[in-house]
């Protein structure tokens, strides 16, 4: 169960600009994009999923947006996280 889903939906609840956890992969030139994705709910429990593919990178001000596509079962999500240059830190945009 990716992130934290609602009992009542298919939707999961996801709080725009949690900081989250992201391994990535890097290649010869030093691009990166994110390969999995930890979020830790209120309880301290560690939701991890695996990036499926990426729909979508923009260079924003100060960093990079990623629009991201995850399972949750069988059906497939989007996550946009942001990662901040300066800072080094990934946060989830909703």
Do not use: Q, R
């Amino acid at each position: 169960m990716p992130f934290i889903e609602n009992a009542n939906s298919n939707n999961p609840i996801i709080l725009s600009g949690l900081p989250v956890s992201v391994a990535v992969v890097y290649n010869t030139l030093g691009d990166f994009k994110p390969l999995y994705i930890c979020v830790v709910d209120l309880y301290n429990n560690a939701c991890k999923t695996k990036v499926e593919y990426i729909k979508d990178i923009k260079n924003i001000k100060g960093g990079i947006s990623f629009c991201c596509v995850y399972k949750s079962g069988d059906i497939l999500k989007e996550v946009m996280l942001l990662y901040y240059l300066n800072s080094h830190i990934w946060l989830i945009e909703s």
